[in-house]
């Protein structure tokens, strides 16, 4: 039995200029949800490039920082950005040995890390770590300057320290 309401016969569907433009509607709606998409997706990870640079430069400055307050002697060795540092004697480390802070990749994958060389163990402090300065600005002075890069994303770090164990007397 056939229904006609309206002058329309209810089996006729729908026509090919109908369905094409729903198709063209809905491609549109997709494409643009996509770019969308895609676009918070690449703030995300230059977000997260951007933090993750700060976090290293921090995590850099935060040690190099308290290494140089609390040592008994500091210097930097300009033509290898070496940053050489001998510790107060405490009651775990009586007879302390210097310890050495550079920029290096040594563990081949391709991203500089900031390590500490205590003895013969070299150990990473930070990675993403692409540069760094160390400036005695006065006796017992420190500038220290840090740079790192993630995937384009740079961030620098600069402060100025002070040995607190510095007395110009016991320079030598």
């Known amino acids: 039995m056939r229904l006609i309401r309206g002058g329309y ?21 997709l494409v643009t949800g996509l770019s969308l998409l895609t676009d918070q997706w690449r703030g995300a990870r230059a977000l997260k490039n951007h933090l993750e640079a700060h976090y290293a ?6 040690t190099v920082s308290t290494e140089i307050r609390s040592a ?19 009651d775990s480390n009586p007879v302390p040995t210097v310890d050495a802070y550079f920029i290096d990749d040594l563990d081949y994958d391709g991203t500089k890390d900031l390590y500490w060389k205590h003895l013969v163990a070299k150990e990473p402090l930070a990675s993403y770590i692409t ?10 002075l420190w500038d220290v300057f840090l740079e790192a890069s993630v995937e384009g994303q740079r961030a620098s770090w600069r402060s100025s320290i002070r040995q607190r164990s510095f007395s110009p007397t016991s320079r030598g």
Request: aromatic share 6%.
């Open 9 to 29: 016969d209810s089996e006729r569907g729908l026509t090919l200029m109908e369905v094409l433009f729903a198709l063209l509607i809905s491609g549109i709606i």
């Open 57 to 62: 430069i921090m995590t850099a400055g935060k």
């Open 72 to 90: 008994q002697t500091v210097e930097w060795v300009t033509d290898t950005c070496v940053l050489k540092i001998l510790p107060m004697p405490a």
């Open 131 to 140: 540069g760094w300065e160390c400036v005695e600005v006065e006796p017992g």
